[in-house]
Nanobody
Framework: QVQLVESGGGLVQTGGSLRLSCAASGRTFSNYAIGWFRQAPGKEREFVAAISRSGGITAYADSVKGRFTISRDNAKNTVYLQMNSLKPEDTAVYSC???????????????WGQGTQVTVSS
């Protein structure tokens, strides 16, 4: 299986930026599509972004399109989520997830990290 560890969360002001990292260990990282999800207090977990095994195909939630960018470095077993123009409604625990598949999808992930807190102050 794959173990995932997120980092890079923190407190930032509205309009600021953060870059989250998802470091993987275990099975061959390049065999897995990776997704980012978030969950705000009192709300259900929602899809944020996903990237294919090779990194050539990405998918985004409408709420973050144009502000967030997902990328991966298979040599470093790491996926990144660059978050720009942050808004208070982006405040949530952000988690990465992996699935043994080629294409990025919005669900069906098998392995999950513990998450990292992102707080955007107004």
């Amino acid at each position: 299986q794959v173990q995932l560890v997120e980092s890079g969360g923190g407190l930032v002001q509205t309009g600021g930026s953060l870059r989250l990292s998802c470091a993987a260990s275990g099975r061959t990282f390049s065999n897995y599509a990776i997704g980012w999800f978030r969950q705000a207090p009192g709300k259900e977990r929602e899809f944020v972004a996903a990237i294919s095994r090779s990194g050539g195909i990405t998918a985004y939630a409408d709420s973050v399109k144009g502000r967030f960018t997902i990328s991966r470095d298979n040599a470093k077993n790491t996926v990144y989520l660059q978050m720009n123009s942050l808004k208070p409604e982006d405040t949530a625990v952000y988690s990465c997830a992996a699935k043994a598949a080629t294409l990025p999808t919005r669900d069906g992930y098998d392995y999950w990290g513990q998450g990292t807190q992102v707080t955007v102050s107004s």
